[in-house]
């Protein structure tokens, strides 16, 4: 095995989940909300790290926010409050799995499965999309920690260990699971 190739990480990813969508023309009422809050609503197909949080637009008018982890309930209800009027929000924490993969050969070893052009130079740091991977819905995002995946819950487990497998060639490794805080606190490596 080549050295650039070694050292991929595959970790599962502790984070709140909350789909917020704006009402009908109701969608820059929403992103001035959003920006109050300190979590400004990107550009579809863009994520955005700010204060903490990580958000994600991967379908129009429809955005998917990660936040630190709450008691059960906590985040949704801050967004719901927040929304009424301007959009809905819902918790998709238990629905959604969130994993992270970082090292130098993460875009070749999904290059096997992605429908996805993941060139550094097409799939910038920042670009967010949705995809299949191993026959699952996934949505990718691409950090400057490395990429974040979300999947359904139900199916995470499939991808993970697709993602086991597959990325033995490249020396992936599991490591423990991180928090929201750690992966958007961490450099590119």
Same mark, same amino acid.
């Given at each position: 095995?080549?050295?650039?190739?070694?050292?991929?990480?595959?970790?599962?990813?502790?984070?709140?989940?909350?789909?917020?969508?704006?009402?009908?023309?109701?969608?820059?009422?929403?992103?001035?909300?959003?920006?109050?809050?300190?979590?400004?609503?990107?550009?579809?197909?863009?994520?955005?790290?700010?204060?903490?949080?990580?958000?994600?637009?991967?379908?129009?008018?429809?955005?998917?926010?990660?936040?630190?982890?709450?008691?059960?309930? &906590? /985040? !949704?209800?801050?967004?719901?409050?927040?929304? @009424?009027?301007? #959009?809905? %929000?819902?918790? +998709? =924490? $238990?629905?959604?799995?969130?994993?992270?993969?970082?090292?130098?050969?993460?875009?070749?070893?999904?290059?096997?499965?992605?429908?996805?052009?993941?060139?550094?130079?097409?799939?910038?740091?920042?670009?967010?999309?949705?995809?299949?991977?191993?026959?699952?819905?996934?949505?990718?995002?691409?950090?400057?920690?490395?990429?974040?995946?979300?999947?359904?819950? &139900? /199916? !995470?487990?499939?991808?993970?260990?697709?993602? @086991?497998?597959? #990325?033995? %060639?490249?020396? +992936? =490794? $599991?490591?423990?699971?991180?928090?929201?805080?750690?992966?958007?606190?961490?450099?590119?490596?």
């Amino acid at each position: 095995m080549h050295a650039e190739l070694a050292g991929i990480r595959l970790e599962a990813c502790s984070a709140d989940i909350v789909e917020v969508s704006a009402r009908c023309g109701r969608a820059a009422d929403l992103a001035a909300l959003a920006r109050e809050m300190g979590s400004p609503l990107p550009a579809f197909g863009r994520a955005a790290i700010a204060g903490g949080r990580l958000a994600l637009c991967v379908r129009p008018e429809r955005w998917l926010l990660l936040e630190a982890r709450a008691p059960a309930g &906590t /985040t !949704a209800a801050l967004w719901q409050a927040a929304c @009424a009027g301007y #959009g809905v %929000a819902v918790d +998709l =924490s $238990s629905g959604l799995a969130a994993l992270h993969l970082a090292g130098a050969a993460a875009r070749a070893m999904l290059a096997r499965t992605c429908r996805l052009d993941l060139d550094p130079c097409v799939f910038a740091q920042g670009v967010a999309a949705a995809t299949i991977m191993a026959q699952v819905p996934a949505t990718l995002a691409s950090l400057p920690s490395g990429l974040l995946l979300l999947t359904p819950s &139900t /199916t !995470a487990r499939h991808l993970r260990e697709w993602l @086991a497998a597959a #990325g033995k %060639a490249f020396g +992936l =490794s $599991s490591e423990p699971d991180l928090t929201l805080a750690e992966l958007l606190g961490r450099d590119c490596r």
